[in-house]
């Protein structure tokens, strides 16, 4: 599932491709999907592509966002040359290109539907529902605010960090990373930590992001760039999915659906040991 990093790379991509550029038709393919056709702006130039945690946002200079959850497998392209790839559910045709949001298994929303993960609507619409749903933003937030909203924290740390109302922006790759770099083992209870233990959490969580950014993001099942490229992160992923750990060689352990079904959660006993139990 594209976490900050992937969602990052998406919208920077993504703003370099279509901003300035005019709406001149939208068509949507699939209803339930995304927003019916005669919904979108037509005639309204785009004005920037931002993302907000994990979220895509293209802002329209008539005040119009369109806020996009990838899900699982949505994808926010440029549209190839030929034929339309199979599962695309929305045209932008743009001064110059399609941008086409294709997606094989309908989890990502362009919609305001019951699960209301994405949608059109004015742009302080989409900014109060950002607000009310999600934390501050992983790349952005400072000590005092992770200290604050993460420092009490009873429940496990990897939970903790999946909780996108406490922080936005971390799933379950990143967050085995992060909790690997600060030395945390995922289990441990933020409340019974040190602050340096904290802290090293907070500090890991820039570095992490920041290195996964750079590489374009983790390369995975469906994930690509704007322009169909896949990200580089995978290679340097040092527990996540992992046998052995890249840095001490020690056997990587995994929790089968573990914090939550279908994902696993990866982490090194010798580098993350369970100190906060005893
Ligand atoms: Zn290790």
Not at 185 to 195: D, E, F, G, M, T
Request: charged share 25%; proline share 5%.
């Amino acid at each position: 599932m594209p976490e900050l990093p992937e969602a990052e790379t998406i919208a920077r991509g993504l703003d370099g491709l279509v901003r300035g550029r005019r709406l001149l038709a939208a068509r949507c393919l699939t209803k339930g999907i995304c927003e019916r056709s005669a919904a979108y702006p037509v005639g309204a130039r785009v004005a920037a592509v931002a993302r907000r945690g994990k979220k895509v946002l293209v802002h329209f200079d008539d005040g119009t966002t369109l806020l996009v959850s990838l899900g699982m497998s949505g994808q926010l392209r440029r549209r190839p040359a030929a034929p339309l790839p199979k599962h695309t559910h929305l045209i932008l045709k743009l001064g110059g290109f399609d941008l086409i949001y294709v997606d094989a298994r309908r989890l990502g929303r362009l919609t305001r539907s019951r699960v209301a993960t994405t949608m059109l609507a004015p742009a302080v619409e989409v900014a109060a529902w950002c607000e009310a749903r999600l934390g501050p933003d992983a790349l952005e937030v400072s000590w005092r605010e992770f200290r604050e909203r993460v420092g009490g924290r009873r429940g496990a740390f990897k939970s903790v960090l999946l909780n996108q109302r406490i922080i936005a922006g971390i799933g379950n790759i990143y967050a085995d990373e992060v909790l690997h770099r600060a030395g945390i083992h995922p289990k441990a209870r933020p409340a019974a930590l040190s602050r340096d233990e904290l802290r090293r959490v907070h500090r890991a969580t820039k570095v992490v992001l920041n290195k996964a950014i750079k590489a374009c993001g983790t390369s995975f099942r469906d994930y690509v760039t704007p322009t169909g490229a896949s990200g580089d992160f995978g290679y340097y992923l040092a527990v996540h999915g992992r046998e052995g750990c890249r840095d001490c060689g020690t056997e990587v352990v995994r929790l089968r659906s573990w914090p939550g079904k279908g994902s696993s959660t990866y982490y090194c006993p010798r580098c993350q040991p369970r100190r906060d139990s005893k």
